[in-house]
């Protein structure tokens, strides 16, 4: 009898169908206009998009010029010079690789470095950063990350990682002005990290980020990189990113490690071996970059309201 029920149960198990790796209906709206529009549309949708939320003061001397800044940080590897690289190349015909990006055995990227586009995002600064590390004394010094958004530090400063930078150091800004701070961070993981389970101490690190955030009320995103690597469906075609369960699965679970809300992260695939770019490629990091330039935005029309009413009382007063 039980050899029978092992047969039976041995049939089931190899003829039992495997489980679906594509879910039956998006797990994400892409687009407000429904599922009938085509990649190029939904593409050109963004970019619209986009371009409304590009400050409009670009015919002020560069000196005056209030950009927004919004800051890359994660572990170390995640993608994070590769994101850069990637919403830059959007409107090239070839890849853009201004930022160093790559692999070895600790931070690729070791300088703070700012990137400015006058396509997209035009008005807008990207600052690539070096990667934490789960250790003490390697990669990205905790320290210098409530200087760093504060404004304090300077492009080409060259981060060290025993010790925060000093205010007798060259690239310390000693008194910065609103339009040196960070603006918005962009946490970037990779999806297969998260997949596997993030090491706690870069769980502790990022936790540790969000909160100096929150005390300052700066926004912050997250950005689930590899996402190809992730899986296989989406490797093959890159339009099922939101159809695919493990994507979705990543997301829900860097929701739950970060707390940070389902629609504030963005899974993506960086451009890294292609050699021309795509409009099914370049969805999802114009929706990452759309989600980062909404945020930042709204947190400066916080501030110039706050000034405003600081405006207004002095003149009533
Ligand atoms: N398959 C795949 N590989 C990626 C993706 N993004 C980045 N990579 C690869 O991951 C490696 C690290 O990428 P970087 O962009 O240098 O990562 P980083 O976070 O800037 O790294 P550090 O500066 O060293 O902290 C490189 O070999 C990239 O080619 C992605 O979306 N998919
Ligand atoms: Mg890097």
């Not at 990669?139 to 930078?165: A, R, V």
């Not at 009413?309 to 009533?316: A, P």
């Amino acid at each position: 009898m039980i050899r029978l029920y092992n047969a039976v149960k041995d049939y089931f198990l190899q003829t039992a169908s495997p489980p679906p790796k594509l879910t039956t209906v998006p797990w994400r709206e892409t687009s407000k206009r429904g599922m009938g529009v085509t990649p190029l549309q939904l593409e050109m949708e963004l970019i619209q998009q986009i371009k409304k939320l590009q400050p409009q003061n670009r015919k002020q001397p560069i000196h005056q010029r209030q950009e927004i800044n919004l800051l890359i940080q994660g572990p170390v590897s995640a993608g994070k010079s590769s994101f850069i690289n990637s919403v830059l190349s959007y409107k090239c015909s070839s890849r853009i690789t201004k930022a160093g990006a790559g692999s070895c055995s600790d931070s690729y990227t070791k300088c703070l470095a700012d990137y400015t586009e006058e396509e997209l995002p035009k008005g807008y600064r990207i600052f690539d950063c070096m990667g934490l590390e789960p250790t003490d004394r390697k990669g990205f010094h905790i320290n210098d990350f409530e200087l760093l958004i504060e404004g304090h530090i300077k492009t080409g400063y060259q981060f060290n990682h025993l010790s925060p930078i000093t205010n007798s150091n060259n690239k310390f800004r000693k008194t910065p002005n609103f339009w040196n701070k960070m603006h918005c961070v962009i946490f970037v993981v990779s999806a297969v990290s998260i997949q596997a389970g993030l090491q706690a101490e870069y769980v502790i690190k990022i936790n540790d980020m969000q909160k100096t955030l929150k005390d300052q009320d700066i926004p912050s995103i997250l950005i689930l990189t590899k996402v190809d690597e992730l899986c296989d469906e989406v490797e093959k075609d890159i339009t099922k990113m939101f159809w695919s369960i493990k994507v979705r699965d990543a997301v829900q679970t860097a929701k739950d490690l970060f707390g940070i809300e389902v629609a504030s992260v963005y899974p993506v695939k960086n451009y890294v071996k292609d050699l021309n770019i795509y409009t099914e490629m370049n969805i999802p990091l114009l929706l990452a970059l759309k989600g980062a330039m909404h945020v930042a935005e709204a947190k400066i029309n916080r501030y110039k309201e706050r000034l405003r009413q600081e405006n207004d009382e002095d003149n009533n007063n």
